[in-house]
């Protein structure tokens, strides 16, 4: 028996018989034409082959029926009869994957078909042998067998007491088959029972009902509630209302998948209804799962905070690890109210008179609108009799302009720090603001906020799940234009603006004019409010111009980026850069920009080559969410800016990465 003395052994006596039957027949040809001689030895020659297949098939079930014996007797001397009625499925199986032996409940579980010598994943799907033998000596899977449920158990034992020749395989595989359908379906039962958590939130409930008269607010409100009404039907579901805009839901888990299914259609159909009466209407929902109920109550609420901080107009789904987003197709529409903003004003101007220090620090790669929102907020901590520091990464060559600019400047000597001179200067009164990001991962020194007992966060972005905790202060409005915006209606409530100084007022102006792509893109009636703010503290519009202006060479690397953009799907456009040029995080995000004026774009990407790997730069015009495209890539934005950064990739593997997001972002939004 050779070392697989199942598949081999069975091809080499196929092999030895043809090969015998083709001796005897050119022997008997031979002696017509050849002469008796040469006849007579092919012949004998082919009824020896003959006898040697014979006596090889027969050693071959000698040494099956050995290795039967013998594994019986290996079993603590249960007989093969024991062993073959034993309760359970069993299978031996040979390294190399092919059954050598199985007991009848085994069988049974094929319409007792013979198994004898076949690959053990030709009857068991489930299952990699390759994992198997990587496992060592045991190895636990569940496994599905027609409609029945299995827990498989390998395993690997080397048979040291079998006797047969040094070069066959010592080593099977014991494979044991335990039925745990009775114990899946209870599990499946409870699972599907448990009550899942909904809360259900109207967005923008004040702004919108400021904008229609009594009569039409109980008529939209009606709709709205008809299509919550209808929904929660499908489920069975209980449902309560906690406060004019938000509502309690409680269902069975079971029903989930349907709402998922289905891209929870809820979504538009309250979208619809403010469609029809031309008013931004859409509700946010935060679900809770896989916890107790309490626990799925906390979920749902930190779930609907992530909806909300997002943008709204989407559902967001929680468990113990991870969150889950679907929706988010309508624009970010802008609060007309500003409460908020006072609330934060007020606070923020309260937090500054109590720290010794203020620590502004924007994302890595700072731009425009981090950087402009610290140089105008600074003059508020400078007015309330504090010191302003502003982290400067070196690696920020977008405002190297702006910053050479201020730094020649007296006033502002000593301001700007670095990240291991930010750290030293910490203390327990240190006030540490950042600005335009929410993610520790985007921040050029981590190491500030873990030193840093208080904490202020004012970003702008779409909220993802990696965001900075603990906060002392958190200002995150997704609908504003900019950090900058943000940071000048600051200044105004806290009645600090008007010391603001020409040069502080251009920099929050360049901030909201960058991000808005000179006032296109997200542009809402606040933003030109903090505008016409700013320009009669005498902002001159020329200078800020100047801070937009590129060299010619810059110009002529963003339009041979330009010139390689290609549509791949609904008015997508992608374009690449190899070559890594100083400033090419700069060009490549001006050359999104500029794809944008070409009239079959809606967005545009453009993936780029830079040191330390790739990054992406991605823009819209409002239809298409590319925040949405970079996080299927690990980075994330705003709804109409946004990019990404991978590492360990090249161009031309990113380009792919970015085809395959793209794609799956308009087989579940563009429909």
Not at 88 to 110: A, M, Q, R, T
Not at 283 to 308: F, T
Not at 648 to 661: G, L, P, T
Request: proline residues 2%.
């Amino acid at each position: 028996m050779r070392k697989h003395y199942g598949q081999v052994v069975k091809t080499c006596i196929k092999i030895a018989f043809a090969s015998a039957l083709l001796l005897i027949i050119s022997g008997v040809l031979s002696y017509a034409i050849k002469g008796k001689v040469i006849a007579i030895l092919e012949i004998i020659a082919g009824i020896i082959a003959f006898c040697a297949v014979i006596f090889i098939r027969n050693k071959r079930n000698e040494s099956v029926n050995n290795f039967l014996e013998i594994m019986a007797k290996s079993s603590n001397s249960i007989s093969a009869n024991i062993m073959d009625s034993f309760p359970i499925p069993i299978v031996v199986v040979h390294i190399d994957g092919s059954i050598c032996w199985y007991n009848g409940k085994f069988s049974e579980l094929f319409f007792n078909k013979d198994l004898f010598d076949t690959k053990l994943e030709n009857s068991i799907s489930d299952i990699k042998w390759g994992e198997i033998l990587k496992s060592a000596s045991h190895y636990e899977k569940r496994i599905r067998i027609e409609d029945k449920r299995y827990l498989l158990i390998a395993n690997t034992i080397r048979n040291r007491n079998i006797s047969i020749s040094e070069d066959e395989d010592k080593v099977s595989v014991y494979i044991y088959l335990i039925d745990r359908t009775v114990e899946y379906e209870l599990k499946r039962k409870y699972v599907n029972e448990k009550t899942d958590v909904a809360i259900i939130n109207i967005d923008n409930y004040d702004d919108v009902l400021q904008r229609v008269n009594d009569n039409e607010q109980q008529q939209i409100l009606a709709q709205i509630r008809k299509c919550i009404n209808e929904w929660v039907d499908e489920s069975n579901a209980l449902l309560k209302v906690t406060d004019r805009d938000r509502f309690y839901m409680f269902f069975e888990h079971r029903y989930l998948a349907q709402y998922v299914s289905k891209k929870f259609d809820i979504l538009y159909k309250v979208r619809k209804v403010g469609e029809d009466m031309k008013l931004p209407v859409s509700i946010s929902i935060g679900i809770g799962v896989g916890g107790s109920l309490s626990e799925n109550d906390m979920y749902a609420r930190n779930a609907l905070d992530m909806a909300l901080g997002r943008g709204g107009d989407q559902v967001s789904i929680k468990d113990d690890t991870q969150y889950k987003f679907y929706g988010s197709k309508a624009r970010d529409y802008e609060k007309s109210t500003r409460v908020k903003t006072r609330a934060i004003a007020v606070a923020l101007k309260d937090f500054i008179k109590n720290s010794d220090k203020v620590i502004f620090m924007g994302h890595s790669g700072a731009d425009y609108d981090c950087f402009g929102a610290a140089v105008g907020l600074q003059r508020a901590v400078r007015t309330l009799g504090k010191k302003p520091y502003i982290v400067y990464d070196n690696n920020s060559p977008a405002i190297k302009k702006m910053y050479d600019d201020l730094r020649a400047m007296s006033e502002y000597r000593g301001m700007f720090i670095s990240n291991d001179d930010a750290v030293e200067n910490v203390t327990s009164d240190t006030l540490i603001v950042v600005l335009d990001t929410h993610r520790p991962s985007m921040l050029p020194c981590p190491k500030l906020i873990e030193k840093a007992s208080k904490v202020v966060l004012i970003d702008h972005h779409r909220r993802s799940t990696d965001f900075i905790n603990p906060c002392s202060l958190i200002y995150h409005e997704p609908y504003a234009s900019s950090t900058c915006e943000m940071a000048t209606e600051l200044l105004e409530y806290m009645n600090l603006g008007s010391s603001l100084t020409t040069v502080e007022a251009e920099c929050l102006y360049t901030g909201i004019l960058m991000d808005t792509k000179n006032f296109i893109v997200k542009t809402g009636v606040r933003t030109f409010e903090a505008a016409s703010y700013l320009r009669r503290l005498g902002l001159n519009t020329a200078d800020v111009k100047k801070l937009f202006n590129v060299n010619k060479e810059d110009y002529d690397h963003r339009a041979d980026i330009v010139k390689t953009s290609k549509i791949i799907v609904s008015q997508i456009a992608v374009a690449k850069c190899y070559t890594k040029y100083p400033n090419i995080r700069v060009i490549a995000s001006q050359a999104a920009d500029e794809m944008l004026n070409i009239g079959d774009i809606r967005a545009s990407i453009v993936v780029y080559a830079q040191d330390g790997g790739v990054g992406i730069s991605a823009r819209s015009l409002g239809d298409i969410n590319v925040q949405l495209i970079m996080e299927y890539l690990g980075g994330g934005g705003h709804s109409t800016v946004a990019g990404a950064q991978v590492k360990d990739k090249n161009v031309d593997m990113v380009i792919e990465d970015v085809e395959k997001a793209v794609f799956d972002y308009v087989a579940n939004n563009e429909s």
